[in-house]
């Protein structure tokens, strides 16, 4: 397994988001929960516990989810598929992102967290930000 391929870490979703052009942290995030954003416009974010998403047997918050803004039109692809452990809330329905806990991570390998990431900044940046990246980095 390459390095690329080898399976996602939390650290990953940082690092590939602070790659990515024009990226600012927002202001009064935290460390350990920052909202990434281009433009001023988030991209991917750490959630605090909310009532939304939560243990069904337990009843408790998850504290660790994700929100990775997605192309409304691949939102209900990405949450159809069962064999990846992206998911979505009530408080999501009509909103274009989907959720992952960060627990379930290494499900995915780090070159499809980079995709997501980089799908999420795409769906986010001003057309010229994201028609200058495509250019210089064409799909494989």
Do not use: C
Not at 43 to 69: K, L, M, N, S
Not at 86 to 114: C, K, M, N, Q
């Amino acid at each position: 397994m390459s390095p690329r391929s080898r399976k996602a870490k939390l650290q990953d979703v940082h690092e590939i988001a602070l790659a990515m052009p024009y990226v600012e942290i927002a202001d009064g995030t935290t460390p350990e929960r920052p909202v990434y954003q281009v433009g001023k416009k988030s991209f991917v974010f750490f959630r605090t516990p909310r009532p939304d998403a939560f243990d069904p047997e337990t009843g408790e918050r998850y504290d660790d989810v994700i929100v990775f803004w997605v192309d409304p039109i691949e939102k209900d692809a990405i949450i159809l598929d069962e064999t990846n452990p992206f998911f979505t809330t009530p408080h999501f329905d009509g909103h274009p992102s989907v959720l992952l806990r960060g627990s379930r991570i290494g499900e995915l390998t780090r070159d499809e967290i980079a995709e997501v990431v980089q799908d999420a900044w795409l769906a986010r940046a001003s057309r010229r930000r994201a028609a200058d990246w495509l250019a210089a980095n064409p799909p494989h």
